[in-house]
């Protein structure tokens, strides 16, 4: 029984928020991943990007629930979110016209681009904050839990609860769609294969008559979706305030180098490797450990390796490890 | 024109804006933008040393700030009588101690045994043990620190030293933590730079909030030392009082504008040492030599040059500037308020400085961070009123004009992104371009 509950102590705490928070770090960081095999930058705007999509998401809700639509017990933002793409996609295109495209014509230095993209970092991060604010929002509504704490308890008859909330169920349902249809559309289309050929050689690409702007293009395409669904879950979980969405731009890196830059399974699997170490190493192991041990051998302090406020160290560190031992990441990633 | 006169009028120009804002606002918000102004052009020099010359991207400017303010902490406080008597910052001492120690044993536990499984299990014992030892005895420093009197205190304290050497204390503190950073990442691609260094930048201020037995985290510590007299104490000196009566000025005005003055000569100094040095660092051998680096490693390399050690040393030099700058902003605002770290201020805003005024050129860094500072704080009143210039037809208390009053303030991002953007298409080399 013990044992039981330990178990279900470690999936209540670490296993069902570090699955969620590991997929929405591999949304954020498949899009980084994708700019850099394509565009051959880190894009510092990222974090906002994200930021833009979800405050559309965000305030295309709110009209549609003071219209009274709504999607029964699924939050009305899963409605929304199309929108939230649409305006992201206007938003990458508009920049990459006005801004990107100057530079690539001249085939300026990776780290131009780099601190152009802080130049775009600015300008969004001032728009959303123009006209949402930068204060706390919330926008979940539908029903907030797939299975409650109690519940679980009432049913199963132990005494620790396993809840999962429907944002978290959703976050997972909705990632491996929008994973299956990236690896879907890179593999099987002429346009995913000419992304892949490009980001690959580009020169080769080139000449095999590939046209660089329609790859572009869609790249920008694929990046704003992918941030927006990655954005709206993450504030579908947490909440939506602009400067976490700017910090999570550590995090979402952290995860597209320690699986390599320019590798979209490396994305992936680097957002779960970032989740789980953070949620582990801030999670405070007492309860868990209580029901393991023995009688008289249990901790008596919390066994919290880091509190939660030093979440970034520990990617932070994660990171350091691998650009130490493996720079080219988890799995081999480019490097320009 | 020549070069000379344009850069001339270039830097009278930001003259005659500070002097605009001092007659039509206050001569006191003129000589706290000069002051602010002057403190980020040193932050500029720091950036400069390592962008400018050696083409290393830094994004973590925030971080060394943040050290060298708490530097001052360090420095000039005088310590905690309880969190010493009792021992616990003893314990902390020695804590921090054994976990640097754990890490250096890793380190060359690492580097003598050959290559293998036993090398790893070992290098991972000492860690693992070095990590719970050292979190006993520095736990039960921290709970005994900060049990004593934390309405108040609660914190260790400093030497209770002079506040102006917290300056040059603060440069070595940045130094020391750059490098750390630098010996772990430089070397590899910029762009990873770049991440780690925003991370690092993200754990110093993290720790600074919440170690509460450092500076009292987010509780912040205000009353700092400062170099120059209060102005209450001006204020009741009947010598200054008769003085500024002599120049027909308010005592308390005069008072304020005084301390002000004061700053401003105290940064004017170190400004310009910092400038002097900067520059005969760029003229000298070793300046030609960080050039050539930056424009082709690999050249450089095969001259002989020791590409990763001297990118090491640059960025060490330009972090212990920042940490200067940090030490002397927080003299300047006597107080360490961990919160007000933000990175868009702190890292990216000194970055639009030094693009702006021109990378590579000394006096450029100082002229783009006076220029871009005063933007930074005047467009927030002249965003406002353009905002109710749009807004004067919306019928009063709708809730768009409210909103749009209401974030007025968020203008200057958008103001920064526009004019760094602006910079790099137009005039990609700034305002003074490098030779």
Not at chain 1, 300 to 305: E, F, H, K, P, Y
Not at chain 2, 267 to 278: A, E
């Amino acid at each position: 029984m013990d044992f039981l509950n330990a178990i279900v102590a470690l999936a209540n705490f670490v296993l069902i928020p570090g699955i969620a928070y590991g997929a929405q770090l591999a949304l954020g960081a498949l899009g980084v991943t994708l700019i850099y095999g394509i565009l051959r930058f880190s894009n510092f705007a990222h974090g906002d990007t994200m930021a833009f999509g979800t405050m559309i998401t965000v305030l295309v809700t709110w009209w549609m629930q003071a219209q009274g639509v709504s999607l029964g017990p699924l939050p009305t933002a899963l409605l929304a979110l199309p929108f939230g793409i649409l305006g992201c996609m206007a938003l990458v295109l508009l920049t990459d016209r006005v801004v990107y495209r100057f530079y690539r014509e001249q085939k300026a230095k990776p780290m131009i681009l780099v601190i152009v993209s802080t130049g775009v970092m600015f300008i969004t991060n001032g728009l959303v904050r123009l006209i949402i604010g930068p204060g706390d929002q919330r926008f979940a509504d539908g029903e907030r839990f797939i299975i409650s704490a109690r519940d679980f308890k009432a049913m199963t008859g132990l005494s620790e609860g396993l809840g999962i909330k429907t944002t978290q169920g959703i976050t997972v349902v909705v990632a491996v769609l929008a994973v299956a249809a990236l690896f879907w559309f890179l593999n099987r289309t002429r346009t995913g294969k000419s992304m892949r050929a490009y980001s690959d050689n580009e020169d080769l690409a080139l000449l095999s008559g590939i046209n660089p702007e329609r790859v572009v293009t869609y790249t920008w395409l694929i990046v704003a979706a992918l941030t927006t669904v990655a954005g709206t879950l993450y504030g579908l979980d947490k909440s939506f305030k602009p400067f976490v969405y700017f910090q999570l731009l550590l995090p979402v890196f952290a995860a597209a180098i320690v699986g390599g830059l320019g590798s979209p399974l490396g994305a992936i699997a680097g957002g779960f490797v970032i989740a789980f170490s953070e949620v582990t190493i801030t999670y405070a192991w007492k309860k868990v450990l209580g029901y393991l041990l023995p009688e008289g051998l249990e901790p008596s302090g919390l066994v919290q390796l880091l509190s939660t406020d030093y979440k970034f160290a520990v990617s932070f560190v994660i990171l350091l490890i691998v650009l130490l031992f493996r720079p080219t990441g988890l799995f081999q990633g480019k490097s320009v | 024109m020549s070069a000379t006169m344009k850069n001339t009028l270039l830097f009278l120009l930001v003259g005659v804006l500070i002097l605009i804002t001092g007659m039509v606002q206050s001569w006191n918000s003129a000589l706290l933008i000069l002051n602010m102004g002057l403190v980020s052009a040193i932050m500029a020099l720091g950036v400069n040393l390592q962008w400018g010359f050696a083409g290393l991207f830094n994004v973590g400017v925030m971080g060394f700030v943040a050290l060298g303010g708490l530097a001052v902490v360090l420095v000039s406080e005088p310590p905690v009588e309880g969190a010493w008597g009792a021992g616990g910052a003893w314990r902390i001492l020695g804590g921090l101690a054994l976990g640097a120690l754990s890490v250096a044993a890793a380190v060359l536990t690492y580097k003598r045994l050959p290559r293998g499984r036993m090398r790893g299990i070992a290098v991972l014992a000492i860690l693992v043990l070095g990590f719970f030892v050292y979190r006993w005895i520095f736990d039960g420093g921290v709970e005994l620190v900060e049990a004593n009197n934390p309405a108040s205190t609660g914190n260790i304290g400093g030497l209770n030293l002079p506040v102006l050497l917290a300056w040059p204390a603060g440069g070595l503190l940045a130094a020391g933590a750059a490098w750390i950073i630098g010996k772990t990442a430089l070397g590899l691609r910029s762009d990873y730079l770049a991440i780690a260094t925003l991370g690092i930048a993200e754990i110093i201020v993290a720790v600074l909030k919440n170690e509460d037995w450092l500076a009292r985290g987010v509780k912040n510590i205000s009353g700092l030392a400062r170099p120059l007299p209060y102005e209450v104490d001006l204020q009741t000196d009947p010598g200054f009082v008769q003085t500024a009566a002599h120049l027909g000025l308010d005592p308390v005005i005069a008072s304020t504008l005084y301390v002000k003055l004061g700053y401003t000569a105290l940064f004017l100094v170190v400004l310009l040492v910092l400038l002097w040095l900067s520059q005969m660092a760029l003229k000298s051998p070793w300046g030609r030599m960080m050039r050539a680096i930056r424009d082709n490693e690999t050249a450089a390399e095969a001259m002989g040059k020791d590409v990763t050690r001297r990118h090491l040393q640059i960025f060490i030099l330009g972090s212990a500037v920042c940490g200067i700058a940090g030490a002397m902003m927080t003299t300047l605002d006597g107080q360490l308020t961990p919160g007000s770290y933000q990175p868009l201020r702190f890292t990216f805003l000194i970055w639009v400085m030094v693009i702006v005024g021109g990378s590579g050129n000394n006096f450029g860094s100082v002229l783009g961070a006076m220029l871009i500072w005063f933007l930074w704080v005047q467009v927030e009143p002249i965003g406002l009123w353009l905002i109710q210039l749009i807004t004067a037809g919306m019928a009063e208390g709708s809730a768009l004009k409210v909103h749009l009053l209401n974030s007025a303030a968020h203008m200057r991002l958008l103001t920064m992104g526009v004019v760094l953007l602006l910079v790099l298409r137009f005039s990609p080399k700034g305002l003074i371009p490098e030779k």
